[in-house]
């Protein structure tokens, strides 16, 4: 809790030597001397104060444009965006936390949040006792790869008589949360992603 002027002045001078040269009196000449010096440390312990919330980048106002530098440009793009303040201050935390984990719920949610309308189908592993006849059996491994489906994106194709020699014969643009689900899986966990 900051102090005001008045309190960090009496502390101040109890700190100052006793005698007759700077009186401790309140109201006197070492009281005036002392009185800037303590509205300054007053407000440094307010402005400190009230930055405290901002230690929180979800909640940063004031310093979020120091969060974004300190982590540098966003490999998947997001900060290329016309993104709100909300939205940044949410990929921030994102990215200062680096809470990815294998939960098909936390990606569903990265992808609302950059407004894409994703499924996630998981393969879990067979257990024995529990399956039954039909159920599908994986090879060990493949439990830790999941289906990611997105919308379309834009795709083209080589037009006969208009491409030329040297270009590509189609493509497609991915999504942006691809690079998103990629970087921020776990180091065991294998997305493959499907264009609807």
């Known amino acids: 809790m900051s102090r005001s002027a008045d309190q960090v002045l009496d502390e101040l001078l109890t700190l100052l030597p006793t005698g007759w040269a700077l009186p401790v009196d309140p109201d006197g000449y070492g009281a005036a001397l002392y009185r800037p010096m303590a509205e300054e440390f007053a407000r440094i312990e307010a402005s400190a104060e009230a930055l405290l919330p901002e230690v929180d980048p979800r909640l940063a106002a ?17 900060d290329l965006l016309a993104l709100s303040e909300g939205d940044r201050r949410a990929i921030a935390y994102q990215r200062w936390t680096r809470a990815g984990n294998v939960c098909a719920g936390y ?11 994703l499924t996630i189908e998981e393969f879990p592993l067979p257990v024995c006792g529990e399956a039954v006849c039909g159920d599908t059996l994986l090879p060990w491994g493949e439990h ?27 493509g497609f643009t991915p ?9 921020e899986a776990p ?4 997305p493959v992603f499907s264009y609807s």
């Open 187 to 190: 180091i065991w966990a294998c």
């Open 107 to 117: 990606f569903v949610a990265a992808g609302a949040a950059l407004g894409v309308t």
């Open 62 to 78: 004031n310093l979020l444009p120091d969060y974004e530098r300190v982590l540098g440009p966003d490999p998947c793009g997001r």
């Open 144 to 170: 830790l790869n999941f289906l990611v489906t997105l919308p379309a994106t834009r795709s083209w194709d080589a037009i006969c008589g208009e491409a030329v020699c040297g270009e590509t014969l189609g």
């Open 175 to 183: 999504n942006l949360i691809e690079c998103v689900i990629r970087s």
